[in-house]
């Protein structure tokens, strides 16, 4: 069995907090020390402690237009605490703009001679798959999500088969429950698209893992880095270039 077949088949059960949280912790000790990664620990705490205000959970409706118009589930909201405090120590989960989206691929293209056809999407950290929904407007060979949370999987499976669009031109999508930063990469060219979805720590091993995938199997490559908090790791991968972006996005291209 492939590893990539091993994953889709594992078990979906959720990450522990307590597992979580140490890990979270562990890997911010590395890189920081025990003191400056307690301080994280406690504001990342008391962020979600704001959070969970009424007042802020009303405002994870605000995004619902997208959700409207196609009739899924996108939004940021109706999250347990449980999954919303798995998000603080994963990646909290937040839907990509649909105007953003489309801005950071006509991006890509004017910067790249890409022929979608000949691409695999993948999206890090899919969360309930909007992104994969609105890649699937463009002709992708195939569409994949990677989400490590399960609800956020079985919502995001229950988008896709829910969504429908006269205009989709990719019906090959699916999304996978596993963690993101241990995903086997299709051999195929990629654009890989990550809205920030790892500490410094993980976005590493991915980059890491990437080079180590384009050695084996030599292709075209591009990342497109929504929110690029930790752009630096990128530009010091050996197996990428910046080639465009805003303060909102960068776009990399295998060397």
Known sequence: MSAWAAMKSSSSQSPGLRDSAWRWWSEAAAGQGAVAASRRFLAAAWEFLRDSTPRRRRQRYGDADYDWQHRVNTT???LGWRDR???VFHSPYQPTEPVLFAEMLAALRTLT???FRDFVFVDLGSGK???LLMASEHPFHRIIGVEILPTLHHIAQENLAKYRSPT???ANLETICADAIEFPLPPEPLLLYLFNPFPEAGLRRVASR???????SPRQVFVLYHNPLLEHVLRE???LKRIGGTHQYTIYASG
């Open 85 to 87: 405090l798995l998000g």
């Open 168 to 170: 989709q031109a990719c």
């Open 129 to 131: 798959g909007r992104a």
């Open 210 to 216: 990437l080079e180590r995938s384009l050695c084996e």
């Open 113 to 115: 001679s890409i022929d």
């Open 76 to 78: 940021s909201a109706a």
């Open 237 to 239: 991968s050996g197996g």
